[in-house]
């Protein structure tokens, strides 16, 4: 079973960059497709990112677009997300979570692996 550890939260001024790293433990992370979500005080938990299991397919929530850029390194058993340009309306808890399969899927159901998250918060 893979486990997910998150890091490289903090607080950053906006416009400011962060780069979160998600490591996970196993032989099998390339099996896996990981993403991105994020849960700010109030708010359901939303997707930002996602990634295929060779990294070659991603997939972006639309307010991250252009901004944002996930990528993985399966030697490392390792996914980041590299945050540019961030605003105050990007801070939250950053989950990574990752499932077995052949494509890359959106939805917080569809992923049974999560790791315990990190704060990242963004000041005006």
């Known amino acids: 079973q893979v486990q997910l550890v998150e890091s490289g939260g903090g607080l950053v001024q906006a416009g400011g960059s962060l780069r979160l790293s998600c490591a996970a433990s196993?032989?099998?992370?390339?099996?896996?497709?990981v993403a991105w979500f994020r849960q700010a005080p109030g708010k359901e938990r939303e997707f930002v990112a996602a990634?295929?299991?060779?990294?070659?397919?991603?997939n972006y929530e639309d307010s991250v677009k252009g901004r944002f850029t996930i990528s993985r390194d399966n030697a490392k058993n390792t996914v980041y997300l590299q945050m540019n340009s961030l605003k105050p309306e990007d801070t939250a808890v950053y989950y990574c979570?990752?499932?077995?399969?052949?494509?890359?899927?959106?939805?917080?159901?569809?992923?049974?692996?999560w790791g315990q998250g990190t704060q990242v918060t963004v000041s005006s």
């Open positions: 990634t295929s299991r060779n990294g070659i397919s991603t």
């Open positions: 979570a990752a499932r077995i399969s052949l494509v890359v899927v959106t939805t917080r159901a569809s992923y049974n692996l």
């Open positions: 196993g032989r099998t992370f390339s099996s896996y497709v």
